[in-house]
């Protein structure tokens, strides 16, 4: 029997396998997860929150504890409601049922200790730009452009593939830089005073 524990840090079956597809990154394809889920929770290494329908169907409780039946298969689950589609023997108020779980929450601290994310994926950002990148571009080409290798007329001008090809960024990177760049350029030169026509 696994006691069940009082914590917000809950996720439905669905949650924790998007929680972690999310932890591994590529290190697993998702259709692998379900079945690495399952056989942590037989395991007995998630900590789990399960309602259940009391035993003559008059109340929805939390139950005390619960056994995780050892022939648990993904199949055996419902992943988008997050229940289970066998009885469970549950534990209630002192007395043990053989109860169908409708409500199957994990522990997100005990998914985070089973999944470790593989080495060199754990510090990395899940998305966006790696750092620095956007950085080394603009300091490349402010240097350009206060060396006279390039004038910011013709940074302006230049395509971006020819760009990207040279700092040697995405596209997107070097569009954003050299926006950043020309407007600094802009705001340093002294602004031209128009005289009013007569």
């Known amino acids: 029997m696994v006691d069940v524990q009082k914590s917000d ?15 591994l990154g590529a290190a697993r394809p998702s259709n692998e997860i379900p079945a690495q889920i399952v056989h942590a929770m037989v395991k007995g290494k998630i900590k789990l929150i399960v309602w259940a329908t009391t035993w003559n169907l008059i109340a929805v409780k939390r139950a ?12 055996h689950l419902n992943w988008e409601d997050s229940c289970a589609h066998h009885n469970w023997l549950v534990s209630m108020g002192g007395e043990r049922y053989w109860l169908r779980p409708f409500c199957l929450k994990l522990s997100q601290d005990d998914l985070d200790a089973v999944f470790q ?3 060199g994926v754990k510090n ?3 998305r966006g730009p790696r750092a620095g990148i956007r950085a080394r571009v603009e300091a490349a080409m402010r240097a350009e452009i206060q060396s006279g290798k390039i004038t910011p007329e013709l ?11 040279h700092y040697g960024a995405s596209r997107d990177t070097v569009r954003k830089a050299c926006k950043s ?3 600094v350029e802009a705001g340093s030169k002294p602004v031209s005073k128009l005289s009013k026509p007569s």
């Open 64 to 75: 005390d504890a619960v056994e995780v039946p050892e022939y648990l298969q993904p199949g």
């Open 155 to 165: 940074l302006g001008k230049a395509k971006e593939k020819v760009l990207a090809a």
């Open 117 to 119: 994310p593989p080495e």
């Open 124 to 126: 990395r950002p899940s």
């Open 181 to 183: 760049v020309l407007s």
């Open 9 to 23: 840090d809950f996720l439905t079956l669905a949650e924790a396998k998007a929680h972690v597809a999310l932890r």
